[in-house]
């Protein structure tokens, strides 16, 4: 493994919310994390836990609240947005809806030929040679560059996407659901492409995604985020077999059977996420974890490591590490 | 054998396109046995809504029902007589939808609408309505139900208005329920409580389910017998711990295989390659033949359903020797793929 290609440091970022007297939404909330060169990072969660923003942050389509984002050891969070956008050469996102985010009246080519035109790159014949060439390596056809985004099926158009994604030569994707909206059957074709480009083009990915099975086939080391902060960051290996927070216990358990004959203990949690703007006192995780101890509601946990590079934020184990040390 | 809840025979809907005849689901036969939950799965655009949506007497304008018979306990369904299909929809089979949000009305409180559903088929008095209303929302389990029945529906999470909806579907006490993807749009530590709740008021209730899904796994949760749908016939049919032991089918294998699994260590997934032909423009033969890997000159005509020794159904040429004629169990050959 190289050196970390992203380091992010204490990101959080803070909607106002209208009204209220608490003040902010804290969609991101003091999340620290790196990613290593040609590493697959995901990050799972429930809806509303803060990953699609995180995600957003990182390659400064919103602007953090606080925190470091340093690629390449270079802060981008306090490049002016001129700046900003010259950097988004390397670093590209790949969105979860194919329908609503390629624009209906441009023809594909065009859509993919955009990231060069906005960044000034290369000639109008090298250009079309790039686009040609990202197309072939997503499975597009020349014929299909001269057609429109509706004449397209999803799985298609999320290869569209990509190849957009793609063309500038980015080192690092950020790929927000980006299957998440496909049949099964389209969903592992575009999986094997994104497998498929990682190697040809040493990128690197932070793939975000709610379903664990996908993650875990896809991903090298794992974050469970909920409510904004990250509780739990892992080897996939590791995190599979030995989760550690009671939150991340539950996700896997929920997991639908993969055979019906298969018996599975299921710790089935109690209530709903709560509200993001009005989170839980202490441990935000407190409302609805088996495990709850009455310091759990008063007290919040910080991320920190449990050995063998799985890091869990849980009360639990921080009194462990005490009575350790 | 048990009874039979619920028959479909030869169930064929339609779509017009420049005066042709689309077919969107072409003869399709199945029956759900009392108190059973039978699965019906595919991809989208295999028809699937669109069997549920004629089950319930809802298919949108602009989609016919060509032709087939519907019997609900064995008493055939007349498709035109709008006044007898009221009379069925909620008492007699009920739905639950894939999105919780736009399938309640934003204006009007849980509870009304709960008490809409029991006033359009008991004459029972406002007061033991609403009373019922506050029973079903405790049944499928809603804290504090006596105050979340004067609530608005923007009020609640999406696991929660998806238990209102069920207790919606619940409350005239139907004996069969729809659940066209009724996790789809839920996280999973949600879909887990909502598929246990399921389970939960089947047995309470004495229910039979159709379960309407894409995703296998929730399949193998709650499934006994499944159905496998690709653009508009059924492939394939099979009690669910055969449909996992031993798919026949070229299009259900691909399904299974392609599905990530966390027990496993490949690096690709295993895909179909292609994608669903539109229906416009089916092939003539087998509708899978484009993507299918072991295709043979014998697929450009259509395939029947065979049925093998171990019980399945499956619409494939590969089967056909291995018809067991003369019913099932006589000892014939069993088919491995």
């Known amino acids: 493994m190289g050196s970390p290609l992203l380091e992010v440091k204490h990101l959080k970022k803070y909607f106002p919310v209208k009204g209220s007297r608490t003040g902010n939404l804290k969609a991101v909330d003091d999340v620290s994390f790196f990613v290593n060169e040609g590493e697959v990072l995901g990050i799972v969660g429930e809806s509303g836990c803060g990953k699609s923003t995180m995600g957003k942050t990182i390659i400064q389509l919103l602007t953090p609240t606080e925190g470091e984002i340093l690629l390449n050891g270079e802060n981008i969070a306090t490049l002016s947005p001129k700046e900003v956008r010259q950097k988004r050469?390397?670093?590209q996102i790949i969105f979860q809806d194919p329908f609503s985010s390629l624009n209906p009246r441009m023809k594909v080519f065009k859509i993919i030929e955009e990231p060069l035109v906005n960044f000034g790159i290369g000639t109008k014949e090298e250009r079309k040679q790039r686009v040609n060439e990202v197309a072939k390596q997503v499975g597009l056809t020349q014929k299909q560059l001269e057609r429109f985004p509706h004449e397209f099926s999803g799985g298609q158009r999320q290869r569209i996407g990509i190849a957009r994604a793609l063309v500038s030569n980015p080192k690092l994707i950020v790929a927000d659901e980006p299957v998440s909206a496909l049949d099964v059957s389209i969903q592992s074709q575009v999986l094997n492409i994104m497998k498929d480009l990682k190697k040809e083009m040493n990128l690197t990915y932070i793939f975000i995604s709610h379903d664990l099975s996908v993650v875990h086939h896809f991903c090298d080391r794992i974050g469970v985020m909920y409510l904004g902060k990250l509780v739990e960051m892992a080897d996939k290996h590791e995190l599979f077999n030995n989760p550690k927070h009671p939150y991340t216990k539950a996700l896997l358990s929920a997991l639908p059977k993969s055979h019906p004959s298969k018996v599975k203990e299921r710790i089935v949690l109690s209530g709903d996420v709560p509200n993001p703007a009005n989170p839980p006192s202490g441990c935000t995780f407190h409302t609805r974890c088996p495990s709850c101890m009455e310091i759990c509601k008063v007290t919040s946990p910080r991320l920190h490591s449990i050995g063998d590079k799985h890091e869990v934020s849980c009360l639990l184990y921080e009194e462990q590490m005490e009575r350790l040390t | 054998?048990?009874?039979?809840?619920?028959?479909?025979?030869?169930?064929?809907?339609?779509?017009?396109?420049?005066?042709?005849?689309?077919a969107i689901v072409n003869g399709l036969s199945f029956h759900l046995e009392k108190g059973k939950t039978l699965g019906i799965v595919g991809e989208s655009g295999c028809g699937k809504s669109m069997?549920?949506?004629?089950?319930?007497?809802?298919?949108?304008s602009g989609v016919n029902w060509q032709s087939g018979e519907i019997y609900i306990d064995q008493k055939q369904i007349n498709k035109k007589a709008k006044k007898e299909w009221r009379k069925i929809r909620g008492k007699k089979i009920s739905m639950i939808f894939q999105e919780p949000m736009s399938s309640l009305n934003p204006v009007y409180k849980v509870g009304s609408q709960i008490m809409e559903m029991i006033h359009s088929h008991e004459n029972i008095s406002k007061k033991e309505a609403h009373e019922r209303a506050v029973d079903m929302l405790r049944l499928v389990g809603i804290p504090r139900p006596d105050k979340v029945v004067n609530e608005y529906p923007h009020q609640l999470s999406g696991g929660m208005r998806q238990r209102v909806m069920i207790a919606m579907a619940l409350a005239c006490g139907p004996e069969i329920l729809i659940a066209d993807e009724p996790t789809t749009a839920l996280d999973v530590t949600i879909q887990a409580q909502i598929l246990d709740l399921m389970k939960d008021v089947?047995?309470?209730?004495?229910?039979?389910?159709?379960?309407?899904?894409?995703?296998?796994?929730?399949?193998?949760?709650?499934?006994?017998?499944?159905?496998?749908?690709?653009?508009?016939?059924?492939?394939e049919e099979a009690n669910v711990l055969d449909l996992f032991d031993q798919p026949l089918h070229p299009y259900t294998k691909g399904l299974l295989n392609s599905l990530p699994d966390i027990e496993s260590q490949?690096?690709?997934?295993?895909?179909?390659?292609?994608?669903?032909?539109?229906?416009?423009?089916?092939?003539?033969?087998?509708?899978?033949?484009?993507?299918?890997?072991?295709?043979?000159?014998?697929?450009?005509?259509?395939?029947?359903?065979?049925?093998?020794?171990?019980?399945?159904?499956?619409?494939?040429?590969?089967?056909?020797?291995?018809?067991?004629?003369?019913?099932?169990?006589?000892?014939?050959?069993?088919?491995?793929?």
Request: negative net charge; aromatic residues 6%; charged residues 25%.
């Open chain 2, 51 to 60: 069997t549920s949506l004629s089950l319930m007497g809802l298919l949108p």
């Open chain 1, 89 to 91: 050469r390397d670093m």
């Open chain 2, 202 to 235: 089947q047995e309470k209730l004495d229910m039979s389910i159709i379960l309407i899904t894409h995703d296998l796994g929730v399949v193998a949760e709650i499934c006994e017998r499944v159905i496998v749908m690709y653009a508009g016939e059924i492939v």
């Open chain 2, 1 to 22: 054998m048990s009874l039979n809840i619920l028959e479909v025979k030869d169930l064929k809907i339609g779509i017009q396109q420049n005066k042709k005849d689309i």
């Open chain 2, 266 to 337: 490949q690096e690709y997934l295993p895909s179909i390659e292609g994608v669903v032909p539109s229906p416009s423009d089916m092939p003539s033969g087998c509708r899978f033949f484009d993507r299918c890997e072991f295709a043979t000159d014998k697929c450009k005509n259509k395939p029947d359903l065979f049925t093998t020794s171990i019980g399945t159904t499956v619409r494939c040429w590969l089967y056909e020797e291995n018809e067991v004629v003369g019913g099932i169990g006589n000892g014939q050959s069993i088919v491995r793929s």
